[in-house]
């Protein structure tokens, strides 16, 4: 089932599991995987969409609790949503992809990774999660008691209205030293328009409790880091995030040597928004320079005999303090 979406390509529909997920399939090519962040949907990728489907089959689904896709009560963890989208693209017919993951996004890209190596071919991180424990404290009071009964106040019509509207004025806002505060702000009124659903309420605060906690991030890559050895893996970041800090971006470096990192100036949490041609040349050049993964079982058994529990010390903001 297909219904005309506000990007460059249609919106399609497909029930798995009885849960209905929405997707936009573009382009042709090698298979790109686009995974939005926590509170976005498929939309944030509508910059490089167009520019992307022109080498590429690129898929950039709505997850489950998101966008037009169902919000049941469900299984909202990295784990349940890395098999959402293996059951995805087994639907969709597609085997192997090279995963690009945004924020959350970031996350479950890490996630399908690990859990389904065989049809990985690379993983690009994009500010993403998963890499340090501290985040903006805006996102830690979603799990707060009273936060549920706040939005339901923030969110009704007249108010919301004046919310997005103030939003998206400060977003406006051109040069100077508040720029790299204000960038985002469209983003964010973006998703307090998302927060008039309950339903999008509910899942959004089932997925944080997953993931974080009021001391940060719960989920960490270090521990398994050293499977990467073999799966070729990119990092982009603005320089100017204030969701997850740019630092995050420095334990790649410790966590996976031969990875690549850009940081984008001039950027905030969204470089693939602020900077779209710049992301897909980056984007492009990751998988022309690097093969794809081929997964071996015997290989990854051994990795697994043989690796650490205790990845690299992460850099923290006590580091940099």
């Not at 399609?12 to 976005?40: Q, Y």
């Not at 969709?92 to 970031?106: A, E, N, P, Y």
């Amino acid at each position: 089932m297909r219904s005309k979406g506000d990007a460059t390509a249609e919106v399609e529909f497909v029930t798995v599991h009885g849960k209905r997920r929405a997707f936009v399939r573009t382009g042709s090519g090698p298979a790109l995987l686009l995974l939005h962040g926590l509170a976005c949907d498929r939309t944030t990728w509508d910059r490089v969409i167009p520019l992307l489907a022109r080498k590429y089959t690129v898929i950039a689904p709505d997850l489950l609790g998101h966008g037009l896709s169902d919000k049941p009560r469900a299984d909202y963890t990295l784990g349940g949503y890395a098999n959402g989208m293996r059951d995805l693209l087994t639907v969709l017919g597609i085997d192997k992809v090279t995963v690009v993951g945004h924020s959350f996004g970031g996350g479950v890209a890490m996630q399908f990774a690990y859990q389904f190596p065989e049809r990985t071919q690379r993983v690009m991180l994009v500010a993403s999660g998963g890499l340090g424990s501290e985040v903006t404290p805006l996102i830690k009071l979603v799990q707060a008691p009273g936060w549920e009964a706040a939005m339901r106040v923030l969110t009704i019509p007249g108010l919301r209205h004046l919310e997005t509207t103030t939003l998206r004025a400060l977003a406006s806002y051109g040069g100077g030293p508040l720029r790299k505060y204000t960038r985002d702000l469209d983003e964010a009124a973006t998703i307090v328009e998302s927060w008039r659903d309950r339903r999008t309420r509910f899942a959004v605060r089932h997925l944080v409790r997953a993931v974080i906690d009021w001391r940060g991030q719960i989920v960490t890559m270090s521990d398994r880091a050293y499977l990467t050895e073999a799966m070729p893996m990119a990092v982009v970041w603005g320089r100017d995030d204030q969701v997850i800090p740019v630092r995050h971006s420095s334990n790649v470096a410790a966590l996976v040597p031969d990875a690549s990192v850009t940081v984008l100036p001039d950027s905030g949490h969204f470089p693939h928004r602020d900077h779209p041609e710049e992301f897909v040349r980056l984007l492009d050049r990751f998988v022309a320079t690097t093969a794809p993964s081929v997964y071996s079982r015997a290989r990854f058994r051994r990795m697994l005999s043989h690796g650490t529990a205790r990845g690299p010390r992460l850099v923290t903001a006590a580091d940099t303090a």
